[in-house]
């Protein structure tokens, strides 16, 4: 769960009351009132609706090619550095 990206985590976060009601319903042969799966009903629903109208966040994308590019002229330095301290040779 550490390695899954914030939105999937959240989403597995949101759903899983309805599964542990659903497996509840199936498995034991719980009794559901109106009210609950009417519950069960509009976490699904709302969580269909948040993936269907859920947009690239184009504002993070645009940071993060904004700070690559700020970063690479200091990994192309450390690359040369690294290069020619390897080409010296070890004084003893």
């Known amino acids: 769960m550490q390695h899954l990206p914030t939105r999937v985590y959240a989403t597995l976060a949101y759903l899983e009351p309805v599964t542990v009601i659903l497996a ?9 009132s109106l009210l609950q799966g009417a519950g069960v009903l509009l976490i699904m629903l709302t969580g269909l609706m948040l993936a269907l109208r859920h947009k690239p966040a184009t504002v993070v994308a645009q940071a993060l090619t904004k700070v690559e590019q700020q970063l690479a002229p200091l990994a192309a330095n450390a690359d040369t550095t690294q290069v020619v ?3 010296e040779p070890e004084k003893t």
């Open 85 to 87: 301290n390897d080409a």
């Open 24 to 32: 509840g319903w199936l498995l034991f042969s719980e009794q559901l």
